[in-house]
């Protein structure tokens, strides 16, 4: 390794000049804190004629689709699609490594 390139004197004094100018006297005070904000999941009622209704509209149905359709978290649709199922409302059709794919009964 070699040494490190040798600044000219003009980058020299503008560094120096620029570090005089951003040292400013810190106040004795922490900065303050920001409160913790938990995300509300409230996942929609699988029981509701509402919900049941807006599945049924659906083609095919993955998680994205129902997470993005009712705004909530992967996770949830993931749930959400799970019971709809046992309920028997959709249909599994197939399955990849990280994707189920229904369809709504008819």
Sequence with gaps: MGSKKKKSAKKTQRTRSKKGEQKEPKSSAPPPKRE??????????????KVINEVKKMKTLTQFAVASRFNIRLSVAKDLLEQLEQKGVI????????LKIYTPVD
């Design 91 to 98: 249909q599994f059709v197939s399955r990849s490594r990280n």
């Design 36 to 49: 913790k904000k938990t995300a509300g999941i409230f996942p929609p009622n699988p029981r509701s004629e």
